[in-house]
C-alpha cells in the first residue's frame, strides 16, 4: 500500500481526480447521497439520560424526526446502566442546502515554495520579517506551533526558523499573553503566531480575544499581523475573533509563511524610488 | 509456501483421493446431460442476441421451439444451423424468425446436414472467437497495468441501478478496491432467463444483463486508466441460468464469477441435477475465458455452527477443487471460499479462525482463496462492526488470503452506502499495511491451540470426504451433510430444465471450448 | 471475559443494575446527553454528492444547522472522488422530547417457559395448536424463521417444533403468499408466521400487506393469528400492517410461543362446562 | 515470563547499572533537599486539614508563615508541633491560629522541645495510621471482590465536574472499566497548593481535591459491590503538588498514580530540582500507602518520534525504575508506561509495536506494563480511530500487558463521551477475548523483524543511559535528549520552592515513611 502513497494519510491511496460533479445533482438542492442520488440518508448516534425502555426507543426516534429524518431505523441500541441508554440511527434527511449559493471566506493568499518565499521578502520587503509564537494561557501543546516555527518543521517540510528571511523565537508552552505581549513588543514582531489546542469551555476563544483586546489597547493593532492556529481553529472564527488568519489541522509552514510575506506587503507596501 | 501448521500430508491425501470420487461421478452424471441453459448458453455463443417484444431472450425462444418439437434431445445446435443455412439470416435474425413462428426448427434433412453442421461449427467458431477476444484484451491490461498487491481487495455494489453502480465502484477503486462485485437482485437467481438491456432497479442488488456488463466494464476500464491500476469485475455464474451468465461473463470481459457447486442447491433449492449439469458446463466456459471462479462455501457458516461445521468447508473445497480441475480450471483460478463466523465474544475465536484460515490457505497453495468477512454476527452497531472487520482484514494478511472481500461495518443492515466502501476499504487497506509481514513473523506453537485447531478440521473433512465417496452426494445432501440444509435429488426448481442427451447429441460450442480448455 | 457473560453479546459484561434516572434530567425535556446533562451532544455523518471544497464543509455545516445543531465542529472530511465527499461532524442538538408524555404500543402477553407454555395450552385449550410459517417473496433468509421454528431454536432456547402443544409446518424460503395460504388452508393453520429480511425499496412491506389482504378476501382474518418478524418489524409496523404482532432483532421462541397461547386463548375463551 | 525475543541479558545488565548510578545520584540530591510541597505534604500527613476563607490551604499558610520566618530549613514539623502543645489545639485549630497570625510559629526552647518531639511524633503516627488503615481496607476488598482479568482496563473521566465524572465512572465500570482515572483540570499541575472542597468546573479535567478523591472512591466502592469486582481510582501524583496529591491519595484509597521523574519536567516546565526532589519523597508515600505508580514515558512519543526515539523510552524506565526501588516501591508496583504512537500508514508499523511492546514486557516481568493507545495519530475520522485502538488492544493482549490505557476513537477531538467508554470498553474486551491465547501460540522468527527491533531498540537504550550516566542526568535533559524537549536545571516553575536541608533538619513523617519500606 505505501507504493499507493497511502502513508502518513490514509484516505485514498489515489490522489483526488479532477474534481467533476456526480451526474443528476441539483446544486440548489444538495442532499447527502447514500448510495442514490437525493436519498438523503445520514447517521446519527447519541446517548439519552434514561434507561432503555420501549419508551427510550420512541423518544430516541422522535428526536431523530425532529432533526429532520424520515424512514427513521433503529440500528443499534444499548442500556449504558445507571439511567443511560445510546442509539445508532439511521434515516433520509429532509434538508437540502443551497450549494450554489455558498459563499467562504478565504485566505487570500497564493502559495508559494520556501525559496520563493525567501525570494519574495528579499526582494519586496528587504529585511527579514520578524515572528514571534507561543502556545498561551494553560494550554501546554506545543507541537502544533513547534510543527510551524521550528527548524524540524512539519509534513517535509522546514519550519520558519530555517527561513533565512523569518527572524523567529518560540516562546514554548502556558505563555501568559501578558508575556507574549511585552516578548513580542521587545522583538518589535511584524507577526504574532499564536496556537491554541485545549478547547474546553471554549478556553481558546477567550484567550485569542483576550489578547486581540490587549495588542488594540496598546495601539499596536495595525503594526502587528495576528494569526492563530490549532484543530478547532478556522480562517472564519479567526477573523471573527479580529485575527489576520487562522489556520486549523494539517496546516504547513509555506502556508503561513506565504500568508505573512504576502500580507505584510499588502499593509506595507513599498514606497517609490 | 511455508509450512506452519504441520499438517500430515497423507490426510490431504485421503481427502483429494475422496473428492475425486464425489466430482468423476458429477462430471459423469453431467456429461450425460444437458439443460435448456445450456442449449441458451450454446446459442448465444453461436451468435444470438437480444429479446422479442415481449423481452423474452430469443435465446430461450429458440429453445422452447426446439423443446416443443423434441428436438432438444440431440442439442439445438444443428436444427437452429439448419435454419440459418435456409433463411441466409444471421443467428439472431434467424432466432427472431423462430421466435415468431415463421420459421420452424427442425433437423436437416441428408442433404442439409453437412451444410448446417459447417454452419453450426462456423457460428460457433465466431461466438467463441469473442471469448479469446476478451481474454487477451485483459491479460493486455494486465500486462501494461497490473492490479497491486494482495489479498485483491474485493468489494461489493448494490444500489440497483447500474448507473449509480458504476459511480459506487469508481469511487471505490479509487479508495483501493482491487475487484467489483455487482451484487443480482434478489431474486435473479430463480428466473430461468436472463432480463435483456440496462437496469435501474433491484432488490438488494442489480440485475445481471449483459448490457449491465458492458456498462460497468467501460467504467472499470476508465478507472483503471486513471488509476494505472487494473479494476476486476466480478458477477454471479449461479442461480438457473448458470452456463448462460458464464457465457456472457467470458464475453463481455468479466475477470471472476462467483459459481459454486452446492450454493443455488442449498442456499435456493434448486433441483441439484440441474445446478450440477450447468456447474460442469459453465466452468468449462469459464475455463475456456480465464474467468476465475469464486465458490460458496463461505455461506455455509451463516446456518451451520462455524465452530461445529468447519470441516464441511473445508469438504467442499475439496469437491469444487476437484470438480474444476476436470473442466480445465487451473489452481490458479480456483477461488475456493471460505469466512470468518464465528462468535466474536468466543474466547481465541481469533485464534481458532486464522488455524482455519491458514489451514485452508496451506492446503490450497495456488489457489487464489476468497476470504469472506463476518456477517452472521454483523449487529446493527456499526462500531462494534468495524472492528470485527479489522480482526477479519488482519486475519487475512497474516494468513496470506488471495481475494479478501473487505467487510462492512453495516452489514447486518444495508448494502453498503457510497462512504461505508471507503470507510471499509481505509481500515483494511491500514491494517494490512501495518501488518504487512506479521505472518512471516510469527510461528505457531508446535501442538498448540492453532495446530491441534486445523489438524483436528482437516482429520474430520477427511472423513467427512470419504463417508460422502461412500454415501454418494445426492444422499449425503438429502441428509443435510452440507450447511445443515436438506434437499432431495428430484426437489426443488429447474427439474424440468434437465434432459438425457440422446444418442447423436451435438453441440458445437461444447466440442470447442473442450478443444480449449482440452482437460 | 467470558466468565463474565458476555459471549454472543457484547455490550456490558455485567446485567444492566436497577434502572435508575441520573440525577437532574427533565423527563418532560429529554435531550441527548454527551458528558454533561442536557449538552444535547450528538454525532452526525453523512456523505454529499459534491466534491470536498469549502463550500462543501460549509454546505455540510448548514446541513448539520438545519437539523436543530448549535456548536457544530466538523471532525473528519474526505473527498471521495468523482464529485463526492464524506464527513462526519459534531453538535449541539437543540430539540428535546417530551419523554413522560411518549406512548408504545407492547405485545401483551406475559412471557412464560417451555413447561409452562406448553401446560397453559394442555390446561386451557386441550388440544396442540397449529403453526405454520414461511420466509415468504424472494427472500431466502430462513434462519430468523428457523430459529423460532425448528427444533434447535434459538439463544438456548427450543423452537416451537419442540413443543408437545405445537404442531408446526416450517415451509422454508422463497414462499409465494399464494401457496402459505394455500398450505395454512389446509392444515387449518391457528397461527401464521411469516419471515421478512430483505427489505430493499421496502418489498417486505408490499409482501407483507399482500398477504393480509389474501386472507383477509378468504375471510379467514379472524381465524388465523398473523404474525411478522425479521430485523426491520416492529410490533408498530406489524399493527399498521394488520397484523396481530410483529416480533424484531433478537426475539426468542418463548416470547412469540406465550404470545400465541394467550392471544389464542383470549380470542376463543372457553365455553363454560 | 516466556522469552521469545532471545535478548541479551548483558545488555540489559549494562543498562540497569548505568541508570543505577543515575537513580543514585537523584536519590543523593534529594536527600539532601526539601521543598514546599514537600513540609505541606508533611503537615497533611500530620492532620491538618482545610483551608482558611481565602480558600488557601492551611498547609499552604504554615508553610508560608514557617518561611517568612526563615524556619523552613530545619523542617515546618517541629514548630508546627511546638505550637501544637503550646496551643492545645488539635492540627487543624491550631493551623488555623497559625494562619490568621493570632499564633507565631518559632523553634521550641530547650525545655519544650521534648515534647513538641513527642508531639510531632504522636501527630506524625497519627496521620500516617490513615495510609494504612486505607492500605489495609483496600486489601481486604481485593481480597474479597477480586478485580478481573489483565491487562486492566483503565479509562478516564474528565467532564470538569466530579459529580458527572462519577455517573460516568459507575457506566464505565459496568462496561467493563477496572480503573478508573480521573483526569485533572488542565492546568492544575502548575497551581503550587490543592484545591479545596468538591469541584464542578474544570477544563479538559476535573480538579484534584481531597473531597473528589472520596466522592469518586465512595462511588467506585458502591459500584465495586454492585458488580462483585473491586474498580480501582487513579489520579496524578504530578505537577507543583506531587508529594501532597501523593499523601491525600494515599489517604484517601487511591490505588494508582500517575507519578513520573521527567514528565513535568518536560512536558509542564517545572523546574528539575524541584520535580526530581518531590518525586523521591512522594514515592516515599506511595510505596507506605501500597499504591501502584504510573510512569509516564508513553508521552515523549508524543513529541519525538516514536520510530526513531523509542529507545528512550526503555531508558526512562530504567530510570524510573532505579528511582522507584530505591524508594521501596517493589516492581509490581512499579507501572512503567509506553504507548503505540507509530503511524498506522507505516508499513509493518504494528509488527514493530509488538515488538516494543514485548520487549519492554521481557525487561520488567514483574512491573504491571502501562500501555497507552495511539493519541498522536488519531483523527477526527473516529472509524479509523476505532481500529487504530483496536490493533493497540490487539497488542496488548498478544504482549500480556498489564494496563491498559482504553482507547477512545474521539481521542482527537474531545475528552471521552459517556459512550465513547462504552464502545470503546466493548471492542477492548471483543479484541482481547478473541484473542486471548494469542500470545501463547505464537513465536517470533529468530533474526526476523521483531527480534532486530527489539534488540537494536535494546542496544540503544544501552549506549543512551551510559551517556547519560557520564553527561549527567541535568545536562542529558537540557541536551533535550528526552521527548526532544530542552530544559535548564534553574528554568522553569518552582524553583523557589526547594532548599537545602540545614543541619538538624527533622521530618517525623519522613521518618515514619521510611521506617514503613525501610528501603
Ligand atoms: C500530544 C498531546 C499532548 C502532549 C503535549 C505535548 C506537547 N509538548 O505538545 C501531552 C501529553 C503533554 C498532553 C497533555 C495534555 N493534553 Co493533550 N493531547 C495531545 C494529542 C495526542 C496530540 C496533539 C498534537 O500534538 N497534535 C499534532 C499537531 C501537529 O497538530 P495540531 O496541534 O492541530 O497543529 C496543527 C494545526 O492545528 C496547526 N496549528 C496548531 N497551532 C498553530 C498555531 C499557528 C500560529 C498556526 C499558523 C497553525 C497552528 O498547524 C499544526 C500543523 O498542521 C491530542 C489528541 C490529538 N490526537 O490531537 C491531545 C489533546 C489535545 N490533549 C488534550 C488534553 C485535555 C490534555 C490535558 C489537558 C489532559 C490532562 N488534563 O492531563 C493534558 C495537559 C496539557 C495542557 N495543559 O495543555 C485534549 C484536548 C481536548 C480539548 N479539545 O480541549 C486532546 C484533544 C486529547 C483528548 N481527546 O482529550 N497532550
Ligand atoms: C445469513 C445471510 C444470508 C444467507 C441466508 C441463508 C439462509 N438460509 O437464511 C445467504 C448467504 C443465502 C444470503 C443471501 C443473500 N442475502 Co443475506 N444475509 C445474511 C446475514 C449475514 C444474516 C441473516 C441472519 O441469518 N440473521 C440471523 C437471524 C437469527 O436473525 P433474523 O433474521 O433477524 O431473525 C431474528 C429476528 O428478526 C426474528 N425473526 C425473524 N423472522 C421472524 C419471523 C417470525 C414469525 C418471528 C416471530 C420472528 C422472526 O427472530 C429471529 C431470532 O431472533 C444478513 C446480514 C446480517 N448480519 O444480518 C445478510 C442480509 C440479510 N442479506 C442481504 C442480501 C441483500 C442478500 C442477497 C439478496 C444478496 C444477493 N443479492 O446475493 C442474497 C440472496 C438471498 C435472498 N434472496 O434473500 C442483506 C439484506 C439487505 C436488506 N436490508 O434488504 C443483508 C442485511 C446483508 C447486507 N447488508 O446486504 N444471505
Ligand atoms: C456461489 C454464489 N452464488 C450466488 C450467491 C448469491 O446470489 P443469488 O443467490 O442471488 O444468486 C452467492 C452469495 O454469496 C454465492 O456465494
Ligand atoms: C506522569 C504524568 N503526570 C501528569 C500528566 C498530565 O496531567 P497534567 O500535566 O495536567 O498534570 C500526565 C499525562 O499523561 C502524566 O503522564
Not at chain 1, 43 to 50: E, G, I, K, N, Y
Not at chain 2, 257 to 286: C, E, K, P
Not at chain 2, 475 to 489: L, N, Q, Y
Request: some cysteine; aromatic content about 6%; overall charge negative.
Amino acid at each position: 500500500m505505501k507504493a499507493q502513497g497511502s502513508v502518513g494519510t490514509g484516505g485514498a491511496p489515489h490522489a483526488a481526480p479532477p474534481a467533476t460533479l456526480p451526474p443528476g445533482v441539483d446544486l440548489h438542492q444538495v442532499r447527502p447521497y447514500g448510495d442514490t442520488m437525493n436519498d438523503g440518508v445520514v447517521q446519527v448516534s447519541f446517548s439519552l439520560p434514561v434507561p432503555l425502555t420501549d419508551e427510550a426507543r420512541e423518544t430516541a426516534r422522535r428526536l431523530a424526526g425532529k432533526m429532520g429524518l424520515h424512514d427513521i431505523l433503529i440500528y443499534h441500541e444499548a442500556d449504558l446502566g445507571y439511567g443511560f441508554s445510546f442509539f445508532i440511527i439511521y434515516g433520509k434527511c429532509r434538508h437540502a442546502v443551497d450549494y450554489a449559493r455558498v459563499v467562504v471566506p478565504k485566505v487570500a493568499a497564493a502559495r508559494m515554495g520556501f525559496e520563493e518565499i525567501n525570494a519574495f521578502i528579499r526582494d519586496r520587503v528587504g529585511r527579514p520579517l520578524r515572528v514571534i509564537g507561543a502556545c498561551t494561557g494553560d494550554d501546554a501543546h506545543t507541537v502544533g506551533i513547534d510543527a510551524i516555527l521550528n527548524m524540524k518543521g512539519y509534513a517535509g517540510e522546514y519550519g520558519l526558523e530555517r527561513y533565512p528571511m523569518f527572524q523567529t523565537v518560540n516562546l514554548g508552552s502556558q505563555v501568559p499573553n501578558e508575556v507574549l505581549l511585552a516578548r513580542a513588543v521587545e522583538f518589535q514582531a511584524d507577526a504574532i503566531l499564536v496556537s491554541q489546542v485545549v478547547t474546553q469551555k471554549d478556553v481558546h476563544l477567550t484567550n485569542l480575544a483576550e489578547l486581540v483586546d490587549m495588542v488594540e489597547a496598546e495601539g499596536l493593532r495595525e503594526h502587528v499581523l495576528m494569526i492563530c492556529g490549532g484543530p478547532r481553529i478556522t480562517h472564519e472564527v479567526a477573523l471573527e475573533l479580529g485575527f489576520d488568519a487562522g489556520f486549523g489541522p494539517g496546516t504547513t509552514p509555506t502556508v503561513v509563511a506565504s500568508f505573512i510575506a504576502q500580507e505584510y506587503l499588502r499593509r506595507h507596501p513599498p514606497q517609490g524610488p | 509456501m511455508e509450512r506452519k501448521l504441520d499438517l500430515d500430508p497423507a490426510v490431504i491425501e485421503r481427502c483429494r483421493r475422496a473428492a475425486a470420487s464425489v466430482a468423476d461421478f458429477v462430471i459423469g452424471f453431467a456429461r450425460e446431460r444437458s439443460t435448456v441453459s445450456i442449449e441458451r448458453a450454446t446459442l448465444r455463443l453461436m451468435g444470438i442476441e437480444g429479446a422479442d417484444d415481449e423481452g423474452v431472450p430469443l435465446a430461450n425462444r429458440v429453445v422452447e421451439a426446439a423443446a416443443s418439437r423434441r428436438l432438444l434431445g440431440r442439442g439445438v445446435a444443428l436444427p437452429f444451423a439448419a435454419a440459418v443455412e435456409a433463411t441466409g439470416e444471421d443467428a439472431t435474425g434467424t432466432a427472431r424468425l423462430v421466435a415468431s413462428g415463421r420459421v420452424r426448427l427442425a433437423f436437416p434433412g441428408p442433404r442439409e446436414e453437412d451444410a448446417a453442421r459447417g454452419r453450426a461449427a462456423t457460428l460457433a467458431e465466431a461466438g467463441c472467437g469473442r471469448i479469446l477476444a476478451a481474454r487477451q484484451a485483459r491479460d493486455e491490461a494486465l500486462a501494461q497495468l497490473g492490479e497491486g498487491p494482495r489479498p485483491l481487495l474485493y468489494v461489493i455494489v448494490a444500489s440497483g441501478n447500474i448507473f449509480e453502480d458504476t459511480l459506487q465502484a469508481r469511487v471505490a477503486a479509487r479508495a483501493g478496491a482491487q475487484v467489483v462485485a455487482v451484487i443480482r437482485s434478489t431474486a435473479q437467481s430463480l428466473l430461468d432467463y436472463i432480463p435483456e438491456g440496462t437496469t435501474t432497479e433491484g432488490f438488494g442488488g442489480t440485475y445481471a444483463t449483459q448490457a449491465n456488463f458492458r456498462v460497468m466494464r467501460a467504467a472499470l476500464d476508465d478507472t483503471s486508466e486513471e488509476l494505472g491500476r487494473y479494476v476486476r469485475q466480478c458477477n454471479y455464474a449461479s442461480g438457473l441460468c448458470m452456463p448462460e451468465m458464464a457465457a456472457l461473463g467470458a464475453v463481455e470481459r468479466l475477470d471472476m464469477m462467483l459459481n459454486d457447486a452446492l450454493y443455488g442447491i442449498l442456499f435456493r433449492d434448486i433441483n441439484m441435477q440441474r445446478t450440477l449439469t450447468d456447474q460442469a458446463f459453465s466452468r468449462l466456459v469459464s475455463a475456456a475465458g480465464d474467468l476465475t471462479i469464486n465458490t460458496g462455501e463461505d455461506n455455509y457458516l451463516t446456518t451451520a455452527d462455524p465452530l461445529a461445521a468447519a470441516h464441511t468447508v473445508l469438504a467442499s473445497q475439496f469437491i469444487n477443487e476437484a470438480i474444476a480441475l476436470r473442466c480445465g480450471l487451473p489452481p490458479a483460478r480456483i477461488g475456493l471460499g471460505h469466512a470468518m463466523q464465528m462468535n466474536p465474544w468466543m474466547e481465541d475465536m481469533f485464534v481458532l479462525e486464522v488455524a482455519q484460515a491458514r489451514l485452508v490457505r496451506e492446503i490450497f497453495p495456488d489457489a487464489p482463496i476468497k476470504y469472506m468477512p463476518p456477517t452472521k454476527h454483523m449487529t446493527g452497531n456499526i462500531f462494534r462492526g468495524h472492528v470485527q472487520d479489522a480482526l477479519f482484514a488482519l486475519a487475512s494478511v497474516m494468513t496470506d488470503q488471495g481475494i479478501h472481500l473487505v467487510g462492512m461495518m453495516t452489514e447486518a443492515m444495508h448494502t453498503p452506502h457510497i462512504h461505508d466502501r471507503f470507510l471499509a476499504l481505509e481500515a483494511a487497506r491500514m491494517v494490512m499495511t501495518a501488518a504487512r509481514h506479521l505472518g512471516e513473523e510469527v510461528s505457531f506453537r508446535a501442538e498448540g491451540r492453532v495446530q491441534a485447531r486445523a489438524r483436528e478440521v482437516l482429520s474430520r473433512a477427511a472423513e467427512m470426504l470419504e463417508a460422502v465417496a461412500r454415501e454418494g452426494l445426492f444422499s449425503a445432501i438429502e441428509k443435510g451433510w452440507f450447511a445443515d440444509v436438506s434437499r432431495s435429488p428430484t426437489g426443488g426448481r429447474g427439474l424440468a430444465g434437465v434432459f438425457r442427451k440422446e444418442p447423436g447429441y451435438w453441440n458445437p460450442v461444447e466440442d470447442w471450448l473442450r478443444a480449449q480448455v482440452n482437460p
